[in-house]
């Protein structure tokens, strides 16, 4: 697959991953190299990057704990005293090999450091490949609340080698599915055909529609990388799906969601309110809503969590001067930003999702 050249960074795909990185560690004079990675990635996946590197420079493994829960400052706390301690300079690079919580940590961590030092991604999760580690989003949660602290920067390449894919456990693969399928929705009817028979599709075509999922969002960013206008479309699903996700996470009583698993909900309430609000083809909405849970299995929330779920909107990053702003869609691959939704409209999408 040939690369993609997004802004100031460049994507490479499979063998081309270690050429290109191998070269770019030979023509800039990195002081040190550190490594970003958790107990999973550290396990899995480590041992095979650490194989075809090529490069005489002392490298570090800076290990963390896995988990959405541990994407906080207090964690890049301890990334950065660790760094400090092991002598890395404005010269050092950091290589983030793992899922979204490593590349989003790991990029925060790198454009903080000392006001930013050279950081690669080395995404080893389906989410990862098609949308943390592209575009150039970085930071951490605050509590429960997704992603409030945080910085737009690029890493100077991110390489998807899809047999890390190979490590990664259904759910997993599912959680990054859900992205995938949201760019089909906001961007290319086309594209969100090629799910409606996934079983029939093979690992070849896995990597193809990674690849067309990259491109989609590149384009996007590219066209809008500081989140003014379109960027806001990749958020469709995510204002409510944001809000279960922190929900579940926050609530002992609930077993937590894998980003992914929400915003499939998220999506099937925005597709119900789009079709109330936008005009968005009600036969369609049942047709997306049956198509979703034939691959994920439906979750319960009880109706006198609704509320309690529509209060954590108002967190919402793409919200301004008091208004909750929603995606919803007029129709595939036609999405409308900022619009307001009520909540009677809001409960009404959660009573269609659960029935």
């Known amino acids: 697959m040939k690369s993609i050249t997004a802004n100031d960074s460049i994507i490479h795909f499979n063998s081309a991953c270690y050429t290109s990185l ?23 996946c480590l041992p095979n990057f650490l194989a075809k590197l090529e ?36 010269k050092s690079l950091l290589i983030n090999v793992g899922g979204g919580v490593i590349t989003d940590l790991g990029g925060f961590v790198a454009s903080t450091f000392k006001r930013g030092i050279a950081y690669i991604n080395v995404p080893t999760s389906l989410l990862s490949m098609v949308d943390a580690s592209v575009g150039g989003k970085t930071g951490v949660d605050l509590g429960h609340l997704k992603n409030q602290i945080g910085v737009i920067t690029t890493p100077n390449l991110v390489l998807i080698d899809t047999t890390f894919l190979e490590t990664l456990p259904q759910n997993q693969m599912r959680s990054g599915l859900a992205e995938m399928l949201k760019h089909g929705l906001i961007r290319d009817e086309n594209y969100w055909n090629k799910f409606k028979e996934l079983s029939k599709l093979s690992l070849d075509d896995l990597d193809e529609l990674i690849y067309e999922s990259v491109i989609i969002k590149k384009n996007v960013v590219e066209t809008d990388p500081f989140e003014d206008g379109i960027r806001k479309t990749l958020n469709f699903g995510h204002t409510l799906g944001h809000a279960i996700e922190s929900y579940f996470l926050s609530n002992p009583n609930k077993k937590d969601l894998l980003h992914g698993e929400a915003v499939i909900i998220g999506m099937i309430l925005a597709c119900y309110i789009s079709s109330e609000l936008m005009g968005f083809p009600k036969k369609t909405t049942k ?29 919402d990053k793409k919200n301004n001067h008091g208004n909750i702003n929603f995606v919803l869609l007029k129709n595939i691959g036609n999405p409308e930003i900022d619009c307001l939704v009520d909540d009677a409209t809001i409960i009404n999408a959660f009573k269609f999702y659960a029935t």
């Open 22 to 44: 191998n070269e770019h560690l030979k023509s800039n004079n990195f002081s040190k190299i550190f490594i970003l990675v958790d107990e999973n990635t550290h396990q899995f």
């Open 55 to 90: 490069t005489n420079v002392v490298i570090e493994i800076i290990e963390i704990e896995s988990g959405e829960e541990n994407k906080t400052i207090e964690t890049c706390s301890g990334v950065w005293n660790t760094l400090s301690e092991l002598d890395a300079d404005r």
């Open 287 to 315: 047709e997306i809503k049956a198509l979703f849970l034939s691959y994920y299995e439906k979750v319960s929330i009880d109706k006198s969590e609704y509320q309690n779920i529509i209060e954590l909107l108002k967190y």
